[in-house]
T-cell receptor, first 112, second 114 residues
Framework: GENVEQHPSTLSVQEGDSAVIKCTYS??????FPWYKQELGKRPQLIID?????GEKKDQRIAVTLNKTAKHFSLHITETQPEDSAVYFC???????????FGTGTKLQVIP | GAGVSQSPRYKVAKRGQDVALRCDPI?????LFWYQQALGQGPEFLTY????????KSGLPSDRFFAERPEGSVSTLKIQRTQQEDSAVYLC????????????FGPGTRLTVL
């Protein structure tokens, strides 16, 4: 099956600093790359996504970049706030239908 | 409108018991997914439905796991003869179309097998 590697597994930043999380994958047929935020005991929620025909997408303090040649995509959070503290998962969709593979997660801690 | 709902939210079963977990997707959503999320891990794909058709069940861990969506809306995940390793949060998600777009997750069912 599809393999998705996510790094780092934990990340601590000072409030106001930036955070970057990276995922690499192997299936060149992957075509949709969402990022989810999951707070403790809560459901995953989509925060941003990107499709394979786009290289970068930004939504306020959050941006995602995709490098299809190198098969990696990254989440960038700027001006981090304590409420950004959560576990973040990358995911990708591949195949003719929606086979979805999640990364292993990054626990982000924003220190006030 | 209402989001994805799941019931029960918590389920405790004795080893060997059968359990049934229900998912109510967003009305009109074509795609429905089941995932298993162990503590500290990412969701692991179990199975995918497009309307009533189960197009992929490659993630089901064993033949003790069975899922259905007979009318293309509500789905049930059934686990027979539960084992301790089945303890996890079972997440359901739905999306509007059949290919690559946002999934909306339910709150999950936390299954504990004693």
């Amino acid at each position: 099956g599809e393999n998705v590697e996510q790094h780092p597994s934990t990340l601590s930043v000072q409030e106001g600093d930036s955070a970057v999380i990276k995922c690499t994958y192997s299936d060149s047929a992957s075509n949709y790359f969402p990022w989810y935020k999951q707070e403790l005991g809560k459901r995953p929620q989509l925060i941003i996504d990107i499709r394979s025909n786009v290289g970068e997408k930004k939504d306020q303090r959050i941006a995602v970049t995709l490098n299809k040649t190198a098969k990696h995509f990254s989440l960038h959070i700027t001006e981090t706030q304590p409420e950004d503290s959560a576990v973040y998962f990358c995911a990708l969709h591949s195949g003719g239908y929606q086979k979805v593979t999640f990364g292993t997660g990054t626990k982000l801690q924003v220190i006030p | 409108g209402a989001g994805v709902s799941q019931s029960p939210r918590y389920k405790v079963a004795k080893r060997g018991q059968d359990v049934a977990l229900r998912c109510d997707p967003i009305s009109g959503h074509v795609s429905l997914f089941w995932y298993q999320q162990a503590l500290g891990q990412g969701p692991e794909f179990l199975t995918y439905f497009q309307n009533e058709a189960q197009l992929d069940k490659s993630g089901l861990p064993s033949d003790r796991f069975f899922a259905e969506r007979p009318e293309g809306s509500v789905s049930t995940l059934k686990i027979q003869r539960t084992q301790q390793e089945d303890s996890a949060v079972y997440l359901c998600a739905s999306s509007l179309e059949a290919t690559g777009n946002e999934q909306f997750f339910g709150p999950g069912t936390r299954l504990t097998v004693l």
